[in-house]
């Protein structure tokens, strides 16, 4: 089975733009999980997609957003980045059976200048 | 607010020498408890899971934990590391078990020396 791929790895960005990151699960794979992992805060939930519904939100502003779609395929947004928002953006999936068993992507690293 | 402990930023080991890393959660009732280890370069992996029954789990390339409820811990464990075992380790915690939101702590890096 393929493992969680994320697109892009690499992004570069200015300050007050806009990002949209993508997210593919694992075949089978209906929940997809977004987290924010930075040196200085670690790993941070951003929120949760169930069957394109969002489950579950962390604690993170509203340009922060995502959506899912009917194949699960998933995107987050960020609207309006800050220098704060430079990070390694994270996205989980898991199983129907088992949500909190995540398995993780490679992560894409964004950098806002 | 629910929260999860590591003690230790960065141990430093010899290879053979037994390694035990320390996880503490705050409580909030039913938990499922993760170890995820991350190697230089590579993605977040998974390396074992608690979701109940035996309190000592096994996981992968020889590392276990144990649960003590009383204590709120999941410490991590290894007999004899060796040096590629250096990695970052990750304690995560999900509250409640029905949705997929961890909970990590701030990680633990792990070096060993040859």
Not at chain 1, 9 to 23: D, E, N, P
Not at chain 1, 91 to 101: I, L, M, R
Not at chain 2, 83 to 112: P, R
Request: charged share 15%; proline share 4%; glycine share 10%.
């Amino acid at each position: 089975k393929a493992g969680v791929t994320q697109t892009p790895r690499y992004l570069i960005k200015t300050r007050g733009q806009q990002v949209t990151l993508s997210c593919s699960p694992i075949s089978g794979h209906r929940s997809v999980s977004w987290y924010q992992q930075t040196p200085g805060q670690g790993l941070q939930f951003l929120f949760e997609y169930f069957s394109e519904t969002q489950r579950n939100k962390g604690n993170f502003p509203g340009r922060f957003s995502g959506r899912q779609f009917s194949n699960s395929r998933s995107e987050m947004n960020v609207s309006t980045l800050e220098l704060g928002d430079s990070a390694l953006y994270l996205c989980a999936s898991s199983s129907p059976g088992q949500v909190s068993e995540q398995y993780f992507g490679p992560g894409t690293r964004l950098t806002v200048t | 607010a629910q929260s999860v402990s590591q003690h230790n930023h960065h141990v430093i080991l010899s290879e053979a020498a037994s390694l035990e890393l320390g996880c503490n959660y705050s409580y909030g009732g039913t938990v499922n408890l993760f170890w995820y280890v991350q190697y230089p370069g590579q993605h977040l992996q998974l390396l074992l899971k608690y979701f109940s029954g035996d309190p000592l789990v096994k996981g992968i390339k020889g590392f276990e934990a144990e649960f003590i409820k009383s204590k709120f811990s999941f410490n991590l464990r290894k007999p004899s590391v060796q040096w590629s075992d250096t990695a970052e380790y990750f304690c995560a915690v999900n509250y409640g078990g029905s949705q997929g939101n961890l909970i990590f702590g701030k990680g633990t890096k792990l070096s060993v020396k040859p």
